[in-house]
């Protein structure tokens, strides 16, 4: 059996968390970034464009994993299955400038989700709902697992996530993780 790398690593890590993987296209649609609230400059809009998309709702190469797996957790609530814990690992796509003159650089993510009560519905557990607390204890452990101890927690500017209630881990002078209340 061969070596296992960090993202099996982590797959294991986020599914001993008690979450679920979940798998979507690596192609997305330009109205999702006015939906998660990107300034115009913002290098997440620098999507590539598809040159034969396979549907009108998928134009553009993906630059955040949040699209697919938020419109999972769309499909779920619609469905009212309301107690989730989902998250993918999947590639994202950056250009340099548009039109391609290069290559673009593909970055491997991990993105989750959490939605609902914290114990899921048993009579033994409480009721209580998953809030801020909840998913930066999920990302230390998941950080640690991975063997990265040494962090700092600080106020993030993310415009998708609500203005008091965000956060990043930092591990020297590079952002690791973004957390947050949608």
Not at 38 to 63: C, G, K, Q, V, Y
Not at 153 to 162: G, N
Not at 163 to 168: D, L, P, V
């Amino acid at each position: 059996v061969g070596k296992r790398g960090p993202i099996d690593k982590a797959r294991d890590l986020m599914t001993g968390l008690g979450f679920y993987e979940t798998l979507s296209f690596s192609f997305s649609h330009s109205d999702f970034f006015n939906r998660l609230q990107l300034p115009e400059d913002s290098p997440l809009r620098r999507a590539i464009p598809i040159m034969n998309p396979i549907t009108d709702e998928f134009p553009i190469l993906r630059t955040t994993l949040m699209a697919g797996l938020l419109d999972t957790v769309a499909r779920n609530l619609s469905r009212k299955n309301e107690d989730l814990k989902l998250y993918e690992v999947g590639n994202t796509y950056h250009a340099e400038s548009l039109p391609l003159t290069s290559h673009p650089k593909e970055a491997r993510r991990l993105c989750g989700a959490m939605v609902g009560r914290r114990d899921g519905m048993e009579w033994c557990h409480s009721r209580d709902m998953v809030d801020f607390y909840d998913v930066k204890g999920v990302v230390e452990s998941l950080l640690n697992g991975l063997g990265l101890f040494e962090w700092q927690v600080r106020r993030s500017e993310a415009p998708w996530l609500h203005h008091g209630k965000q956060a990043e881990f930092v591990a020297g002078s590079t952002t690791v993780a973004v957390f947050g209340a949608l």
